[in-house]
């Protein structure tokens, strides 16, 4: 009888359970929501020029750079980027992703080799990142120094200005070194057009840094809301001529008084702490004129107070930036990035103004 009980609590155990099962495998499933495509992230590419790679805060320097800074500890900083040694190859190099020689800039624009990688002339075989974006469905623009094709004459073509290689909008010089005040060669579109001239930029006091920062500004103000954007923005700072206003300047006064010998080693420290290099990381030995003996203090002081005050212009400028993105609601969704390119400066090319 015992048995008999078991048996049937066991079969209807198993009935109920089926049953159960059929119940939730006949339920209808609810419909799943398609999934949107994720949105596309803005680009900007922020360039600038003739720096030591510990020229910004955040790698040790001296400058007051606080939008940089702040973008490093939002970010990632790199310690291993490699230019190529000057200025013309390390731009084509970013603006296609190739070697120099490929992008057929080699040297600088100054010179055709009538050698492959030696052209002066950035090449039509190679795509920029503005033509492949573009095609992606990018708004592009840029701002600053192009200096990728060969030096204009006044029968040069136009075919390697920044519109024929993919940018919807620019403003900028097409060539390398400018008056800061007085720039040469700038352009707005495939226009050339001066400080005083170009209707849709007219400061109270023109500098070149500031004007590359507003209009960088202008154009993400001005962008197609239904595309995301890619912009290039390629400061001069802090390439020579050393030119900054007097009062940016002045922030600066006395801060390189102790010499050159007593600045690279607070440097290094700095760089130390900041986890740029190893801690066992010594200097090599000092091979310039000593700072005691330095017979042109005044003039090797106000470069360097200019050269300071240059970086920390871009880096207001950048501020600006930051701030229009973030008041469209799009800094959450840009990538942003920061190169210097690193190349030699004749002492004597050095000026100020």
Request: net charge positive; glycine share 8%; with cysteine.
């Amino acid at each position: 009888m015992k048995n008999l009980r078991f048996r049937l609590i066991l079969i209807l155990t198993v009935i109920i359970a089926v049953g159960i099962i059929s119940w939730r495998g006949n339920t209808p499933k609810p419909t799943p929501k398609p999934k949107q495509a994720p949105k596309k992230p803005n680009i900007i590419l922020i360039m600038s020029d003739d720096m030591g790679y510990s020229d910004t805060g955040c790698y040790g320097g001296e400058a007051a750079t606080p939008n940089l800074d702040m973008l490093a500890k939002e970010g990632l900083r790199y310690t291993q980027f490699y230019n190529t040694a000057r200025c013309c190859p390390s731009r084509a190099s970013l603006m296609t992703g190739l070697d120099p020689h490929q992008a057929g800039m080699g040297w600088m624009t100054t010179d055709d080799f009538k050698l492959p990688g030696y052209r002066g002339d950035l090449s039509h075989n190679a795509v920029t990142i503005a033509e492949v974006l573009k095609s992606a469905g990018y708004e592009t623009a840029m701002t600053g120094k192009w200096h990728l094709n060969f030096d204009p004459k006044p029968n040069f073509g136009k075919e390697n200005w920044p519109l024929q290689r993919g940018f919807d909008k620019y403003y900028g010089t097409i060539l390398g070194a400018a008056n800061f005040y007085d720039p040469g060669y700038l352009a707005r579109g495939n226009k050339l057009v001066n400080t005083t001239n170009d209707p849709e930029y007219k400061p109270e006091h023109y500098y070149f840094t500031d004007a590359i920062s507003d209009n960088s500004v202008k154009f993400i103000k001005e962008r197609d809301k239904n595309k995301p954007f890619f912009m290039y923005v390629a400061y001069t700072a802090a390439h020579w001529p050393m030119q900054a206003p007097e009062a940016a300047i002045a922030k600066y006064k006395g801060r390189f008084d102790k010499g050159y010998e007593a600045l690279r080693l607070e440097r290094l420290e700095r760089m130390k702490k900041l986890g740029v290099v190893q801690p066992d990381v010594a200097l090599s030995p000092f091979d310039g004129k000593v700072w005691a003996n330095e017979e042109d203090k005044p003039a090797m002081l106000r470069r360097m107070e200019t050269y300071a005050a240059m970086i920390d212009i871009m880096d207001q400028g950048i501020g600006r930036i930051i701030k229009q993105l973030k008041a469209d609601g799009m800094y959450d969704n840009t990538l942003i990035f920061f190169y210097r390119i690193t190349a030699p400066v004749p002492r004597s090319l050095a000026t100020v103004r």
